[in-house]
């Protein structure tokens, strides 16, 4: 079975500060996929990014992007200038490759982002 | 399109209760999953569907938790005889057909007392 840790339950920066966010994970299987999401104080779950464990380079989508270490099995978020709007739960979720059908996500505890003024 | 909506969104109840929530995907996705969040914690999966069919109920806690899908669109999450320890955020979730991005709805918010 699958299993991500999130070690950092908590973290706080300044806005405009550029702050990393952990992520590990254990897994036998060779392809897979993994992803950050953000659920701000609304609860909504919000897809921030993903990286297929094919690809060498590392995703990036604007202020967000991922130091993905397969070896290590290891998959940091890095978000770049923060925003007060960035303040949320941040997940950290693996999903295995399928060919065919879908795949549940598993996820990590979370870090509690606060970005203050 | 409209996203995932699910109903209601805020459901409290008595322990030893039936509780029915309910999901409307995403137009057009073929897969449904649910997730249970329990405060401060990550979601958890629960089941998911493909079409009408329910393909893994591993997460399932136990026989008092049920789901069904029968047109392949809206899904009914059940949980019977109500406790305590059911009370949580539940997630629904959809995807096209062999769709990595899974988009959620907005949650139901069961407590039971």
């Known amino acids: 079975a699958q299993t991500v840790t999130q070690s950092q339950p908590e973290m706080s920066v300044q806005e405009a500060e550029t702050v990393t966010l952990s992520c590990t994970y254990d897994?036998?299987?060779?392809?897979?996929?993994l992803f950050w999401y953000k659920q701000p104080p609304s609860r909504q779950m919000i897809l921030v990014i993903r990286q297929e464990a094919y690809k060498q380079q590392n995703a990036t989508e604007n202020r967000f992007s991922v130091n993905f270490q397969k070896a290590a099995k290891s998959f940091s978020l890095k978000i770049s200038d923060s925003q007060l709007g960035d303040t949320a739960m941040y997940f950290c979720a693996f999903m295995k490759h399928q060919t065919q059908g879908a795949q549940k996500l598993v996820f990590g505890q979370g870090t509690r982002l606060t970005i203050n003024p | 399109g409209a996203g995932v909506s699910q109903s209601p969104r805020y459901k409290v109840t008595k322990r030893g209760q039936d509780v029915a929530l309910r999901c409307d995907p995403i137009?057009?996705?073929?897969?449904l999953y649910w997730y249970r969040q329990a405060l401060g914690q990550g979601p958890e999966f629960l089941t998911y569907f493909n079409y009408e069919a329910q393909q893994d109920k591993s997460g399932l806690p136990n026989d008092r938790f049920s789901a069904e899908r029968p047109e392949g669109s809206i899904s009914t999450l059940t949980i019977q005889r109500t406790e305590q320890r059911d009370s949580a955020m539940y997630r629904c979730?959809?995807?096209?057909?062999?769709?990595?991005?899974?988009?959620f709805g907005p949650g139901t918010r069961l407590t039971v007392t």
């Open positions: 137009s057009g996705h073929v897969s």
């Open positions: 979730a959809s995807s096209l057909y062999s769709g990595v991005e899974q988009y």
């Open positions: 897994t036998s299987e060779n392809n897979y996929y």
